[in-house]
T-cell receptor, first 114, second 112 residues
Framework: GENVGLHLPTLSVQEGDNSIINCAYS??????FIWYKQESGKGPQFIID?????DKRQGQRVTVLLNKTVKHLSLQIAATQPGDSAVYFC?????????????FGQGTILTVHP | NAGVTQTPKFQVLKTGQSMTLQCAQD?????MYWYRQDPGMGLRLIYY???????DKGEVPNGYNVSRLNKREFSLRLESAAPSQTSVYFC???????????FGPGTRLLVL
């Protein structure tokens, strides 16, 4: 099955710093990747996505980079704010017979200190 | 739009009791999903429905049943609850299978 891992289970930053959250995946058939943010007591919230035909996508204060060669994603958050404190999940959308199913790793806990 | 709604928000059951978790979406999505999330873990797929009238097993279907009542509603039933089913349950929906999934607020279930 899919193995989705995160290099840093916890990340602590100061307000205003840039944050980088990393994610490794193992299924080379994955062709769509989603980043979710989950605040305490809430459901996962869509942040940004990227398809395998792209290597970079930018949103508001967030950028996702995809390196298919090494099966690695990163989520960059610019000027991190206390409201960004949450658990962040990357979720590859597996291809092949598992098409349409998302695989979630454990998540990275981001803590932003004022 | 309310997005994805779930009821109840919290439930306590005794071992062996049954209950149904309700989920509804108002985004006209074709696909719907049920996940469970245990402490310190990612979400695991229980069942999903690619479109109205179809349901399929996910990663952890044992002990659960689902019903896609119509395009809007997708329910999850526990026929005989066990302590191992203590978890937070999330419903999600997407335009179609393989597209971005949008999640509800979750149902917190405690089985004693």
């Amino acid at each position: 099955g899919e193995n989705v891992g995160l290099h840093l289970p916890t990340l602590s930053v100061q307000e205003g710093d840039n944050s980088i959250i990393n994610c490794a995946y193992s299924n080379s058939a994955s062709d769509y990747f989603i980043w979710y943010k989950q605040e305490s007591g809430k459901g996962p919230q869509f942040i940004i996505d990227i398809r395998s035909n792209m290597d970079k996508r930018q949103g508001q204060r967030v950028t996702v980079l995809l390196n298919k060669t090494v099966k690695h994603l990163s989520l960059q958050i610019a000027a991190t704010q206390p409201g960004d404190s949450a658990v962040y999940f990357c979720a590859p959308n597996a291809g092949g017979t598992s098409y349409g199913k998302l695989t979630f790793g454990q998540g990275t806990i981001l803590t932003v200190h004022p | 739009n309310a997005g994805v709604t779930q009821t109840p928000k919290f439930q306590v059951l005794k071992t062996g009791q049954s209950m149904t978790l309700q989920c509804a979406q108002d985004m006209n999505h074709n696909s719907m999903y049920w996940y469970r999330q245990d402490p310190g873990m990612g979400l695991r797929l229980i069942y999903y429905s690619a479109s109205e009238g179809t349901t399929d097993k996910g990663e952890v279907p044992n002990g659960y049943n689902v019903s896609r009542l119509n395009k809007r509603e997708f329910s999850l039933r526990l026929e005989s609850a066990a302590p191992s089913q203590t978890s937070v349950y999330f419903c999600a929906s997407s335009v179609d299978l393989g597209e971005t999934q949008y999640f509800g607020p979750g149902t917190r279930l405690l089985v004693l």
